[in-house]
């Protein structure tokens, strides 16, 4: 009879279980599992199925490993102190005639590493009628320019000049997308690859090494 009495009782308790979930630090779970507090793990941790997520990429976040205190947290972009990417845009206006030789971003180089993404130049203004040559007529037009990053004494820097030491004829205007990632979340950063097209003749067809990419 008592054998009977306790199968009856642990059929009702499995029952309720799953029903209500089991909770832990928490007498109302809402989940099959639900854990209110610190949970501490020794060994590895596997999610066999952790499901599919169809929601809007604002409402999905990552779960990451705290190297300070080894524990796992969620990682929210939209509050975090930092992101992997992270991109603004420069408008820069009354470019002298011999362009821009070093703007000083102020971000580390120690820390990330930027990447110019592309460019609008305008003319006076934001006039958008510009030409990159010139005519019997126009002075005011904009030579063929370039743009790049680069290092110097701590801080990303960029140059926009016009090519083959010409000058602007008048002062354009800048639009600078640039994308700065931040250099302790990138896995794999790859040296030089250098590549000679010689043997290939005339084709202009070449092959280069795959890069490492995890």
Do not use: C
């Amino acid at each position: 009879m008592k054998n009977i009495l306790f199968l009856a009782v642990l059929l009702i308790s499995t029952a309720i279980y799953k029903a209500q979930g089991v909770g832990i630090g928490n007498t109302n779970p809402t989940q099959t599992l639900d854990v209110t507090g610190n949970t501490k793990l020794s060994g590895d941790l596997y999610f066999e199925n952790p499901g599919t997520f169809t929601g809007p990429s604002t409402n999905s976040y990552l779960i990451v490993r705290d190297n300070s205190d080894k524990a796992l947290k969620r990682y929210v972009p939209a509050t975090s102190d930092y992101s992997a990417i992270n991109s603004t845009v420069y408008h820069i206006t009354n470019i002298t005639p011999g362009g821009i030789s070093n703007f000083d971003t102020k971000i580390p180089t120690s820390k990330y590493y930027l990447v110019i993404g592309g460019f609008i130049v305008r003319g006076v203004n934001d006039n958008s009628n510009i030409r990159i040559t010139q005519d019997t007529n126009t002075q005011n037009y904009i030579p063929q320019y370039s743009a790049r990053s680069f290092e110097l004494n701590g801080t990303w820097r960029i140059q926009f000049v016009p090519n083959n030491n010409r000058v602007f004829f008048q002062n354009p205007e800048i639009r600078l997308s640039v994308s700065v990632y931040r250099k302790d979340m990138l896995t794999t950063v790859n040296p030089t690859i250098t590549y000679d097209m010689s043997p290939t003749g005339t084709t202009g067809i070449g092959n280069a090494p795959t890069p490492a990419l995890p």
